[in-house]
């Protein structure tokens, strides 16, 4: 049995909006577990897009709601990368250049969508919505 490493994002203050998980296993058991898909956010501490994405984006909240209602979130440090993280990294997002790097996954670990760098809280949000609706 892995220990349960859900709790509050390894780097960043998001308020208590989300339950991080800091594997893509435990990720991955609690999505299936719950029904629910996976927001995966892979950056590092040093990152000011990561920090916004965390500390600014996610907490408001229409976006911690969905997230909350339709996502279990991962957070991954990509300076101690998860290797399945890393194969969903280049497999469908090869030519991705700029923290964080988002992907979106089934509870199987399936990848759905990806975006990499800083994005605004409405296109975040659109993102979120749509997956959680059955898109890509």
Sequence with gaps: MMPNTSGPHPHFNDRGAVRWYTTLAEGLAAAKAGNKQVFIEYGRAACGACRALVEG???QDAVKARLNESFVAVA?????PDP????????HMPSARSLPFVFYT??????????SGSRPV?????DLN???AGGT
Excluded: N
């Design 106 to 115: 089934d509870a199987d670990g399936q990848f759905l969508h990806g975006t």
């Design 84 to 91: 399945e993280v890393q194969k969903l990294g280049a497999l």
């Design 76 to 80: 991954i440090d990509c300076d101690l």
């Design 130 to 132: 749509r997956i959680a």
């Design 122 to 126: 409405a296109d975040f949000l659109a």
């Design 57 to 59: 984006a996610i907490p």
